[in-house]
Nanobody, 117 residues
Framework: QVQLVESGGGLARPGGSLRLSCKVSSSIRDNTVMAWYRQAPGKERELVASIAGIGIDFASYVESVRGRFTISRDTAKQTASLQMNSLKPDDTAVYYC?????????WGQGTQVTVSS
């Protein structure tokens, strides 16, 4: 069973930064997609950012975070990260790391991010 463990959530001020990390128990090399989702109270889970590629990674973002968040992954360390800058109160949510591999999607347990003054 593939396991994903997130870390790095917490409280940040508006305009501040946080970095989320996700450690995966299996390879995240070829033919995998790493992604970060978030779910705010009373809202559906939404895809925030994803990264995939063979040799060269390609990233995509939801419009609301483009230019503020950066997704990356280190296939050697089996980790993925989400650098979040210029945080806004609307970014408050539980953030989930996800791995799509072999047609299956595996999820982390989630980490809380709260943006408040």
């Amino acid at each position: 069973q593939v396991q994903l463990v997130e870390s790095g959530g917490g409280l940040a001020r508006p305009g501040g930064s946080l970095r989320l990390s996700c450690k995966v128990s299996s390879s995240i090399r070829d033919n995998t997609v790493m992604a970060w989702y978030r779910q705010a109270p009373g809202k559906e889970r939404e895809l925030v950012a994803s990264i995939a590629g063979i040799g060269i990674d390609f990233a995509s973002y939801v419009e609301s975070v483009r230019g503020r968040f950066t997704i990356s992954r280190d296939t050697a360390k089996q980790t993925a990260s989400l650098q979040m800058n210029s945080l806004k109160p609307d970014d408050t949510a539980v953030y989930y790391c996800a791995l799509n591999k072999g047609g299956q999607t595996f999820w982390g347990q989630g980490t809380q991010v709260t943006v408040s003054s």
